[in-house]
């Protein structure tokens, strides 16, 4: 068996910083980018089908990660590789705000270098 990794992906609208929604994805992929091929293959084959239109449909024309998210669960079973899709939208909850940081802002002063 292949191992099984956690990929998140966050989504976010360009010209904001606030996440749209975090979907968690478990699955075997060697990789996020081969996760992502794999995703957009069985979207883009999956557009073609009466759910994929009627999903279509509800987004208005416009299917993006955001759609996906929610209809991520029915699409686990559909991917390659993808073992299970969960998703919620921080903005939404009240109890719960997620914000994109830089990795590497310090919050603290740099005293001195690590030795290596």
């Given amino acids: 068996m292949s191992q099984v ?20 994805i478990t699955h075997t ?4 980018q081969e996760l992502l091929a794999a995703i957009r293959d069985t979207v883009s084959d999956w557009a073609q089908t009466d759910e ?9 024309g416009d299917f993006n990660w955001g759609d996906f998210a929610e209809w991520g669960t029915i699409l686990r079973e559909k991917i390659p590789g993808v ?8 903005a939404v909850n ?10 590497d802002e310090l919050l603290m002063e740099r005293e001195s270098p690590c030795d290596d």
Avoid: N
């Avoid at 990794?5 to 360009?14: C, E, K, N, P, W």
């Avoid at 992929?29 to 996020?32: I, T």
């Avoid at 009240?94 to 990795?103: F, K, N, Y």
């Fill in 5 to 24: 990794s956690r990929t998140i992906i966050v989504t976010a609208v360009s010209d904001e910083r606030e996440p749209g929604a975090l979907v968690q």
């Fill in 29 to 32: 992929h060697a990789s996020s």
């Fill in 52 to 60: 994929g239109q009627q999903a279509r449909a509800e987004a208005c």
């Fill in 83 to 90: 073992i299970d899709v969960t998703y919620l939208y921080p």
């Fill in 94 to 103: 009240g109890e719960l705000s997620a914000v994109i940081v830089d990795h």
